[in-house]
C-alpha cells in the first residue's frame, strides 16, 4: 500500500504525485505501476501508470493525465490528497526500459502524456551525471499542455539536453523561441533527431497515431527497427 506524500500541479488535466512506498526497491527508467482504487462498496477499478521520477528507494513519482471518463484518473487528479492510500503494484516492464549506463546516444519522441516515462529517463541521466547526448522531441496540442515545462527549460541550460516542442493546435501569437507548428514530419526527425549513423537508442511513447507516425518516419530515415523502442495509449 502506497501513501501520498505530496502532489504537485503540471498542467490544468495533469498532476504529479509522490508515494511513499514500504519496501519499493527503485526502477528502471521506463517501467509503469498499477494503481488500484477500491470504493466503500467493494468496487475496484485499476490502471497502468508510468514512473515519472529518477529511481528512489522507498518512493515512486507518477504523473496523471485526467481523463473525463476515468475511473481512477479523477481521483488522482482532484481528490487525492497527502496522507491517502493507494495500492500500488510495481515496477513492471522490462523492455521498454533505458538501462542508465548505455553509452549510445538517446532519442527521446513523446507526444502529450507520453513524455512521463521518457521524463524519468531524462531525470535519471542527471542522477547518474551520464554525458551521453539527449534529445527529446515532444509534441503537445499547446505550450499550456506541456508537461513539464520549467523543468525541461532548465534541463536545457544544465545538461547535454536538447528539447524540440511540436505544437498541434493554433494559438494567439507567435511559437515560443525553438517551436514548431504542425504534427511530426521528415523534417523533424532530420533536424530534431540523429542521423542513423550515430546508433542511437529510441523511444517513443504517446497515443498510437503519433507513435506509429514517429516510428514510420524513423524506419524511412534510416534507422533499424530493433533499435526503436514504443510504447501507446489510446486516445485521450
Known sequence: MAT??????????????????PGWPGHVPGQHVTARLTAEDGY???????IAGAPET???????????????????????????QV???????????WPAN????????????????????????????????VRLVYSARTPS?????DELSERVRASPLTVTHLYTRWWPGDPPPGARTGRIDATVIAEAGFPPEWNPLIFVCGPSGFVEAAAALLVAAGHPPFTIKTERFGPS
Not at 5 to 20: F, H, I, K, N, V
Not at 87 to 97: Q, S, V, Y
Not at 145 to 149: E, H, M, N, S
Open 4 to 21: 501520498v506524500r505530496e502532489t504537485r500541479e503540471e498542467t490544468a488535466t495533469a498532476r504529479t504525485l509522490t508515494l511513499d512506498v
Open 44 to 50: 475496484s477499478a485499476q490502471r497502468d501508470y508510468s
Open 58 to 84: 522507498g518512493a515512486v513519482q507518477i504523473t496523471v493525465q485526467r481523463l473525463k471518463d476515468g475511473e481512477v484518473s479523477p481521483y488522482l487528479t482532484e481528490v487525492a490528497e497527502p496522507g491517502d
Open 87 to 97: 495500492e500500488l503494484r510495481g515496477p513492471i516492464g522490462g523492455w521498454f526500459a
Open 102 to 133: 548505455d553509452p549510445r546516444p538517446l532519442l527521446l519522441l513523446a507526444g502529450g502524456s507520453g513524455v512521463v516515462p521518457l521524463m524519468s529517463m531524462i531525470r535519471t541521466h542527471a542522477q547518474v551525471k551520464s554525458q551521453v547526448p
Open 145 to 149: 499542455d506541456v508537461i513539464y515545462a
